[in-house]
């Protein structure tokens, strides 16, 4: 399993942002501050939700999960990972991801679409 913390020390970031997984690893976003989502994008569409209207598919979405500042009890949400191409997600919070609020797993580090292009 992989753990990406959501929202460490008050931050707009995911940590790590960027992962490597195989397929069958799980993923699990554990959420520590503030009121954050883990959404799906495209590299193409970095803050908009991924859905393909055609083809009748979503991509994933955790829905907000608020996290009081005192709280020890925290939310988490775990994925398989079922494929090996990039997967990009983001933070629906108004201007998170614009304010850098976005993380990857598989991005290619020596292609055109890397994390850092992202």
Known sequence: ?????????GTLTYTPANITAALGDTVTFVFVHGNHTVTQSTF???CIYAQNATAGTAGFQSGFQP?????TLVPS?????????????????A???????VGAINAVESSAKSYEAF
Not at 67 to 71: E, P, T
Not at 78 to 93: A, E, G, L, R
Not at 95 to 101: A, E, L
């Open 67 to 71: 996290v009081a500042a005192n709280q």
């Open 77 to 93: 949400v775990t994925m398989m990972i079922n494929t090996t191409t990039p997967i990009w997600f983001y933070c629906q919070q």
């Open 44 to 46: 193409a569409a970095p």
């Open 1 to 9: 399993d992989h753990q990406i913390i959501v929202g460490m020390n």
């Open 95 to 101: 201007n998170h991801c614009q304010q850098g609020m």
